[in-house]
């Protein structure tokens, strides 16, 4: 009996070839716009993850010669502080993304903060007119996850069209916003949550299984059907049987590996390409002005 594995989708592959590209497109404009393009990333606390990530944002900042703008600010800064900075952020001719890294701690409004980024500057694709946008189907800034995840289907020369998309998850930052991508590409797009009756059933008729919940190991063998591409959007820590800690997906991945043709690995699948997005974004914006 033959045993299938899937062909891993390579994100961090396809995300170093793409900084590639990316920094020899800013050296060329560089020269005739007498600047580069600048990325302002807004840390609040001493969240470890947070900081791990705005780290990883910088050096790829560093990497394809976007410059950085960030601050760090204690954890009882104020709402008014906050928002002030990015107003002055929006003025600042250098600045070309602006990006609030999340969670917040809860004396502070994340959604109203996320409001005050100008639209043309909103890296994380997350502001309303550019959520808006997505839903009519115009042009604007997208969200770096869902984004970098069509990225990765494109590459792979996966089509979407006509094709069966279950989407686990409905938050703004990657359901809904997947869902649209999904739709955009033409596939009939199922949207399933926590609260969905008969989970297994649907997502065994997925041809393209998304699973973004934040539920380690949560999608197992029985729940995807042969052949199917599935793509981990989750990233969990977790203690493993010998105490040490690693990262783990939402999908059950050794199990899911022997049934899905095409299946994204964690670490090294949706991350890297959510990071790339990101700068994408900041070039898109820095182009237009």
Known sequence: MSTQTAQLLDGKALAQRMQAELAEQIQTIQGQKGRAPGLAVLMVGDNPASAAYVRNKERACERVGIASFGKHYSADVSQAELEADIEALNQDD?????????????????????????????ADGLHPVNLGRL????????????AGVMRILQDYQIDSKG????????????????????????????????????????TRSADILIAAIGRPDFIKADMVKPGATVIDVGINRIIDYEGKSRLVGDVDFEAVRAIAAYLTPVPGGVGPMTVTMLLQNTFQSYQAF
Not at 138 to 146: F, I, Q, V
Not at 168 to 193: C, F, M, N, W, Y
């Open 163 to 202: 094709k069966h998309a279950v989407v686990i998850g409905r938050s703004i930052l990657v359901g809904k916003p997947q869902a649209l991508l999904l739709l955009e590409a033409d596939a009939t797009v199922t949207i399933a949550h926590s609260k969905t009756a008969n989970l297994n059933e649907i």
């Open 135 to 146: 839903v009519r189907g115009e042009a604007g800034l997208r969200s770096c996850t869902p």
């Open 94 to 122: 250098r600045v070309d993304g602006i990006l609030v890294q999340l969670p917040l701690p809860d004396h502070l409004d994340s959604v109203a903060l996320l409001n005050k980024i100008h639209p043309d500057k909103d």
